[in-house]
Structure formats: structure tokens, C-alpha cells
């Protein structure tokens, strides 16, 4: 190898280390460290939370009952029965014109017409009294009702870190681990895409 060109590098080299060490000398005499952290220390993690609603049916069978209808009959209002009696007399009277003959048919006839009077009469009390022993009928209907439901999600973490002695805040998506990286002397807050 040429002695020229070693000599070249030697004095190259010294000269470029006597820039270095007279850049980094301060008047008091002392030497200057000019390396900046490469991390930054997190402090605290707090997640910050958005509340909002969900909204959705709730449906369930219920049993209920349902009354039994009173038919509506035209003498319901009759207090005194009067159509009942009169077509129970009236049935009743042919029915007994038929039972006998000479007095004993106009006898059974007369029988026959308070008989059926009678009858009639209870007939049309029973139509318009409501069936006391009617049972209820009872069937299942769905209901249903819209609850609402509040919940929290996580937006971000509220971040505090610690760079040599300096402290800060910054807000980021994903909660960070015990460092954060630094460059230039600012903290990292998003994962960088991995270069090619």
C-alpha cells in the first residue's frame, strides 16, 4: 500500500477529531454531551371514554284474559218479563188446547197458559241475567318494549411521559407500553409503517 495515501488517512482523520473536540468545547472548559434520550418514560396511561346508547326490543308472552260476551237479547230491558210471559202463555195455552176434550180442554188449556207464562217468564229472566258461571277465556299476547342501554367505549389514552427531567401529555389511539420512542427529541406517538 502507498505510504502517501496512510499518511493522507492519518492526517485526515486527526484533523476531522480536533473539529469534533473543539465544537464540543465549552468556554468553562468542560466538554459538552450533545446526545439527546432515545426514549421517553410513560408515567400514566388514562383511557379516555365516550358513553353512548344501544337501543333494542324487549319482547315477552303474557297471559291475559279475555271476558266472556253476553249475547244482547231485544227483551233485556223488560224488568217486569212481560214478553216472556206472554209468549210462554200463548205457547203454553195451544199446547194444553191440545191435552183432553169438552171442559177438560178449555181446563188444560188455561193450565197450559200459566204453565208456559210461567215458564216464559223464567226463560227471559235467565237471557238477561249474565252468565255468573261463565269462565273467563284467557289467550297469550307478545308485548314488547324498547330499552335502552348505555355503554362506554375507549377513544384513546391520555398519555404523560417523562424525557430526562422535562414532563408532557400527548393523546393517543392505543394504549402505550413502559416507553415511548423518541425522535429528535419528540415523542412518537403512531407505529410507524415498516419501511422496505
Same mark, same amino acid.
Given at each position: 500500500? *502507498?505510504?502517501?495515501?496512510?499518511?493522507?488517512?492519518?492526517?485526515?482523520?486527526?484533523t476531522? @477529531? %480536533?473539529?469534533? @473536540?473543539?465544537?464540543?468545547?465549552?468556554? @468553562?472548559?468542560?466538554?459538552?454531551?450533545?446526545?439527546?434520550?432515545?426514549?421517553?418514560?410513560?408515567?400514566?396511561?388514562?383511557?379516555?371514554?365516550? %358513553?353512548?346508547?344501544?337501543?333494542?326490543?324487549?319482547?315477552?308472552d303474557?297471559?291475559?284474559?279475555?271476558?266472556?260476551?253476553?249475547?244482547? =237479547?231485544?227483551?233485556?230491558? *223488560?224488568e217486569?218479563?212481560?214478553?216472556?210471559?206472554?209468549?210462554?202463555?200463548?205457547?203454553?195455552?195451544i199446547?194444553?188446547?191440545?191435552?183432553?176434550?169438552? %171442559?177438560?180442554?178449555?181446563?188444560?188449556?188455561?193450565?197450559?197458559?200459566?204453565?208456559?207464562?210461567?215458564?216464559?217468564?223464567?226463560?227471559?229472566?235467565?237471557?238477561?241475567?249474565? *252468565?255468573? =258461571?261463565?269462565m273467563?277465556?284467557?289467550?297469550?299476547?307478545?308485548?314488547?318494549k324498547?330499552? =335502552?342501554?348505555?355503554?362506554?367505549?375507549?377513544t +384513546?389514552?391520555?398519555?404523560?411521559?417523562k424525557? +430526562?427531567?422535562e414532563?408532557?401529555?400527548?393523546v393517543?389511539?392505543?394504549?402505550?407500553g413502559?416507553?415511548?420512542?423518541?425522535?429528535?427529541?419528540?415523542?412518537?406517538?403512531?407505529?410507524?409503517?415498516?419501511?422496505?
Open positions: 500500500m *502507498d505510504k502517501s495515501f496512510l499518511v493522507g488517512l492519518l492526517i485526515g482523520g486527526a476531522l @477529531g %480536533s473539529a469534533a @473536540g473543539i465544537a464540543a468545547y465549552k468556554s @468553562g472548559g468542560e466538554f459538552e454531551v450533545s446526545q439527546q434520550p432515545l426514549i421517553a418514560e410513560v408515567i400514566s396511561a388514562t383511557p379516555i371514554k365516550e %358513553s353512548y346508547t344501544v337501543s333494542h326490543q324487549e319482547c315477552w303474557e297471559v291475559v284474559e279475555v271476558p266472556v260476551e253476553q249475547p244482547q =237479547n231485544p227483551g233485556y230491558q *223488560d217486569n218479563k212481560v214478553t216472556g210471559t206472554a209468549i210462554g202463555a200463548i205457547l203454553g195455552g199446547i194444553g188446547n191440545q191435552v183432553g176434550g169438552g %171442559s177438560g180442554k178449555k181446563l188444560a188449556t188455561i193450565a197450559g197458559a200459566v204453565a208456559g207464562g210461567y215458564a216464559g217468564r223464567k226463560v227471559q229472566e235467565g237471557m238477561q241475567q249474565p *252468565d255468573a =258461571n261463565a273467563p277465556e284467557s289467550k297469550v299476547e307478545q308485548r314488547c324498547t330499552a =335502552n342501554e348505555q355503554k362506554e367505549r375507549i +384513546g389514552y391520555q398519555v404523560s411521559y424525557i +430526562g427531567e414532563t408532557g401529555e400527548v393517543m389511539k392505543e394504549k402505550p413502559e416507553t415511548l420512542p423518541v425522535v429528535n427529541g419528540k415523542v412518537v406517538t403512531e407505529t410507524q409503517p415498516p419501511q422496505a
